[in-house]
């Protein structure tokens, strides 16, 4: 601003004072800043103790009655000086001890401003001495409703030498992943300085997890390993919290270095109401201050307060939020020329007679073209100088918002997924959409047009501009992984045109998380027909359609693509049907090309838990048999009518391994569901056998899909069957002359023992 007083000037100079204000104005462009200060704040309410120990307890957490919002928030401090959340509790389901349940858990820091918490976390842990004496815990971690595992700040770690660690818990629906990591030797682990399976792994959560249970697969074989490495564990940690170091993996160091707890990462809200229902009832709303402001959390029903930009405090503090002096701190809110605070902002000026493209970031410099305009001494050079200001201004805001949406564009890969359609322009200009046009066709993604999500995303229903019903994904994290497959999805599907895969009709890449647009599949998932409650049953016919269908999308991926599409996570709910049951192969964010001279590729292990290949899971080896084993886990499905994976409390094997035991015994009427007993007859029979093939443990002896998507057309069409095409064999059953052994290349599937 420029600060003199006007009177003492003669005609001509206020006028030239007024082209020196309006130039300023023209030039200068608005920078965004960071709220500054100290994020914690550190105020808790009137009368009441705001630190146990070196934590800082800022409402609405507070130690004493009256002195928390509400029960959630309320913190004990201990004699120790330890401040514990003690809404919170563990459990101990197995140990060489009772059953050991802590109310309260240690609180390490609480951060006001980001809505999030800092705790400790238990460790899970399994042991086979060498003495053949086991002990181990598997701890059941349960927070309050307004607290949720961080998905983007943590991880879960695996560590030992014989490890293949659990981790389930609950979002919006149930989740469990696992890690696996091994070594052959105490020496092959001693220049380990990652974790990526050797000796430690990890894998990625998903967001809004209010409970976690770990454990442990026991039956894993320690007799090569127990004598240098006994112990495997597994934890949710703070990612950045965590390097690690070959010593824990082959000693106790690591339980010496954590002593059975890690840094965990929570997100809390405020309640479970968006901000616009909860300043209705001012009673209740907790943003307090005056120059505070209501934040809409997206990823979780809730909301948080902060103080207005220029302002810091405790927003839950009525009066706490005060006016930040950006003067004082040059390093945060720059000015090269003259800094002057003002409520809630600060202004930066040139001195008169000099002038800088923008001053808070480049010096100002004596002006040269000063003169210049001196002589405008009408109205009409005032009103041009107005019309250029406003011109200019609006100019400024659309250059901002296009280096934004270009900012996101590059950030998400744009000129690499340029560079993957770029041998087809038709494809190029198709696939990428305006985020404009996003907007209006889910009406800014209005809660009522979602179609479902999970952990990664949210899935909306949209009408585009040429009255086209689409599909649009939106992942609710931000990490690289997540771009990776996002960009994967995009170069796989771009080239596959098959009508029972789902088709990818653009993508937008001008928002921080890239959205994914996909034909409107109109009839749920094979997931929601086979298990939500109070679905209709599917009739035995369209449940073999369905598979035949599947299977001739895989064996398209498999054996028809230029380069061979492994899809990795084949599962009911990865399969879409429309309004005529039609199925619909969908979510390759995980697949993976596979060269054609090559019969295999080694991966980091992905997928689904219950429908992963056992091979590729312990070795890593990635080929199209994994695809035919996860197809198989469906078939299961699809016969008995049942979940596969099991519930962690129960004492079943599983799904998978409860079929094919009583198939081995031929008593498998017992897991069929019956309505497929009624309907299917001896189709039944052929069926459960070919999905008895496809999970067998090994992959050579599983069929190809191709081979299977042949068996399913032939049960689903008999007479396309040729007289001599050969049968099902099972393996127990003799070669004799009335069941000869055909060529390999005739055999939809042949399953006989070679020896």
Not at 233 to 245: P, Q, V
Not at 328 to 355: E, R
Not at 614 to 628: A, H, I, W
Request: with cysteine; glycine share 8%; charged share 20%.
């Amino acid at each position: 601003m420029l600060c003199l007083d006007v009177h003492t000037l003669t005609g001509q100079k206020k006028l030239l004072l007024l082209v020196v204000a309006t130039t300023v104005l023209i030039l200068q462009y608005s920078t965004v800043t960071d709220g500054a200060g100290d994020e914690n704040s550190g105020i808790a309410k009137p009368g009441c103790q705001d630190k146990c120990g070196n934590v800082s307890i800022p409402f609405p957490f507070g130690i004493g009655h009256g002195c928390f919002l509400n029960y959630e928030f309320k913190v004990n401090c201990t004699t120790d000086n330890v401040a514990m959340l003690s809404y919170f509790s563990y459990t101990a389901f197995f140990s060489v001890t009772d059953l050991n349940t802590v109310e309260g858990t240690r609180l390490l820091e609480i951060n006001v401003t980001l809505g999030e918490a800092r705790i400790q976390s238990p460790i899970g842990r399994w042991c086979n001495y060498t003495d053949n004496t086991v002990n181990g815990s598997f701890p059941y971690f349960n927070l309050g409703p307004s607290f949720v595992v961080s998905g983007t700040k943590n991880i879960f770690t695996g560590i030992g030498c014989a490890t293949v660690a659990f981790f389930s818990g609950e979002n919006k629906h149930d989740y469990a992943s696992a890690c696996g990591s091994f070594c052959s030797d105490e020496d092959s682990i001693d220049n380990s300085t990652d974790c990526s399976g050797n000796g430690c792994c990890q894998t990625s959560i998903p967001g809004n997890l209010d409970s976690f249970y770990l454990s442990f697969e026991t039956d894993s074989d320690y007799t090569q390993v127990r004598n240098f490495s006994p112990c495997s564990y597994g934890f949710i940690i703070e990612e950045d919290s965590f390097k690690f170091d070959p010593s824990y993996a082959n000693s106790s160091s690591f339980e010496e270095q954590y002593g059975g707890w890690v840094p965990l990462v929570l997100d809390w809200v405020i309640g479970n109401e968006t901000c616009e229902v909860a300043k209705k009832n001012q009673s209740s709303y907790a943003c307090a201050a005056i120059n505070s402001i209501c934040i809409d959390v997206p990823s979780a029903p809730g909301y948080l307060c902060n103080c207005s930009q220029g302002y810091e405090g405790n927003p839950y503090i009525d009066g706490s939020c005060q006016d930040i002096n950006e003067c004082d701190s040059p390093w945060l809110y720059p000015c090269q020329g003259k800094c002057k605070n003002t409520i809630g902002n600060y202004t930066c000026s040139c001195p008169l007679g000099t002038q800088s493209k923008d001053p808070k970031t480049a010096s100002c410099t004596t002006s040269i073209g000063m003169s210049i305009g001196i002589g405008v001494v009408s109205a009409a050079g005032v009103m041009i100088l107005v019309l250029v200001t406003i011109f200019f201004t609006k100019r400024s805001k659309r250059r901002r918002a296009r280096k934004l949406k270009q900012k996101f564009f590059d950030l998400n890969r744009g000129q690499l997924l340029k560079q993957l359609v770029s041998q087809r322009a038709d494809i190029a200009e198709r696939m990428i959409i305006t985020l404009d046009d996003l907007e209006k066709a889910t009406n800014n993604f209005d809660e009522s047009r979602e179609l479902g999500g999970g952990g990664h995303g949210t899935v909306y229903k949209g009408i585009l501009s040429d009255l086209q019903v689409v599909a649009i994904k939106k992942s609710n994290i931000v990490v690289q992984k997540e771009i990776d497959e996002f960009i994967n999805e995009v170069a796989i599907l771009s080239q596959i045109n098959h009508k029972n895969v789902v088709k990818l009709i653009g993508c937008c890449l001008e928002t921080e998380v890239p959205l994914l647009v996909y034909e409107f599949i109109s009839n749920g998932t094979l997931y929601h027909h086979l298990h939500a409650e109070g679905s209709r049953a599917l009739s035995w016919g369209n449940r073999l359609r369905i598979a035949a269908e599947t299977s001739n999308a895989l064996a398209y991926l498999h054996s028809s693509c230029s380069i061979p599409i492994i899809h990795r996570d084949i599962k009911p709910s990865n399969i879409l049907l429309d309004d005529n049951l039609t199925s619909r192969v969908s979510d390759f964010g995980a697949s993976r090309y596979i060269p054609v001279e090559r019969s295999g590729l080694t991966t980091m292990v992905q997928g689904t838990i219950g429908y992963l290949d056992p091979m590729y899971f312990y070795t890593g080896r990635l080929n199209e048999k994994s695809d035919v084993y996860s197809f198989g886990v469906v078939l299961v499905e699809l016969l008995t009518r049942k979940k596969t994976f099991p519930n962690l409390y129960s004492e079943g094997e599983g799904l998978v391994v409860d079929f094919a035991c009583l198939h081995d015994a031929g008593n498998l009427i017992q897991i069929l569901d019956p309505q497929v007993v009624e309907e299917g007859g001896k189709e039944v029979q052929e069926v459960a056998q070919l999905a008895a093939s496809c999970v067998k443990l090994r992959g050579e002896d599983r069929p190809t899909m191709k081979q299977v998507n042949r068996s399913l057309e032939g049960i689903l069409s008999p007479g396309m069957r040729a007289e001599d095409d050969c049968m099902l064999v099972d393996n127990e059953a003799p070669t004799t002359g009335d069941q000869p052994r055909m060529a390999e290349d005739r055999c939809m599937l042949i399953d006989v023992d070679d020896s």
